[in-house]
T-cell receptor, first 112, second 116 residues
Framework: QKEVEQDPGPLSVPEGAIVSLNCTYS??????FMWYRQYSRKGPELLMY????GNKEDGRFTAQVDKSSKYISLFIRDSQPSDSATYLC????????????FGQGTTLQVKP | GAGVSQSPSNKVTEKGKDVELRCDPI?????LYWYRQSLGQGLEFLIY????????KSGLPSDRFSAERTGGSVSTLTIQRTQQEDSAVYLC??????????????FGEGSRLTVL
């Protein structure tokens, strides 16, 4: 079993829809949670960062962490065609600054 | 440039040949990482360098894989006797290093390796 599980999709939605992306994990030691966005043939770029449990909002994006359920989510409101990309969740333990464990990534397509 | 630079961007090689992939991190970043991204497999951690500390090699899949970082800057990932299952995109990233709690890794665009 992988430490981090993420449905690869693909997920196709109409423009303006609310998108929900999710990951589950098995290691309760993870404390730092991130979402990276990767456009085709590009490197991933950090989208959202959350420490421990709770919500964080940044514009149209909201990240949620539920440590009791070992479940994290990314919500995209008013989705745009430019949001079409692969979204990767990532997480790490406090003692290991470098080693991010990534999910498989979910491919999202927002249709105009 | 200001970002992480990787070369070559594409490499096609024959099974059994050795390949070297290069990464030039962002100036001032003390931490450097190599990840591998296979089709539908997400990012797989390979190795992590932090300053002058011994690298974390726990993700290297076999002894055919090695990496070095010279002068705390440029890194080279070497794959010896390449196999078809080594075909993937090899991504390099750098960060400000230990204590950078946001965990923001800055990735290059990757080196796409195809082993025939």
């Amino acid at each position: 079993q992988k430490e981090v599980e993420q449905d690869p999709g693909p997920l196709s939605v109409p423009e303006g829809a609310i998108v929900s992306l999710n990951c589950t994990y098995s290691n309760s030691a993870f404390q730092y949670f991130m979402w990276y966005r990767q456009y085709s043939r590009k490197g991933p770029e950090l989208l959202m960062y959350t420490y421990s449990s709770g919500n964080k909002e940044d514009g149209r994006f909201t990240a949620q962490v539920d440590k009791s359920s070992k479940y994290i989510s990314l919500f995209i409101r008013d989705s745009q065609p430019s949001d079409s990309a692969t979204y990767l969740c990532a997480m790490r333990r406090p003692s290991n600054t470098g080693k991010l464990i990534f999910g498989q990534g979910t491919t999202l397509q927002v249709k105009p | 440039g200001a970002g992480v630079s990787q070369s070559p961007s594409n490499k096609v090689t024959e099974k059994g040949k050795d390949v070297e992939l290069r990464c030039d991190p962002i100036s001032g970043h003390t931490a450097l990482y190599w990840y591998r991204q296979s089709l539908g497999q997400g990012l797989e951690f390979l190795i992590y360098f932090q300053g002058n500390s011994a690298p974390d090699k726990s993700g290297l899949p076999s002894d055919r894989f090695s990496a070095e970082r010279t002068g705390g800057s440029v890194s080279t990932l070497t794959i010896q006797r390449t196999q078809q299952e080594d075909s993937a995109v090899y991504l390099c990233a750098s960060s400000l290093g230990a204590g950078s709690d946001t965990g923001e890794l800055f990735f290059g665009e990757g080196s796409r390796l195809t082993v025939l």
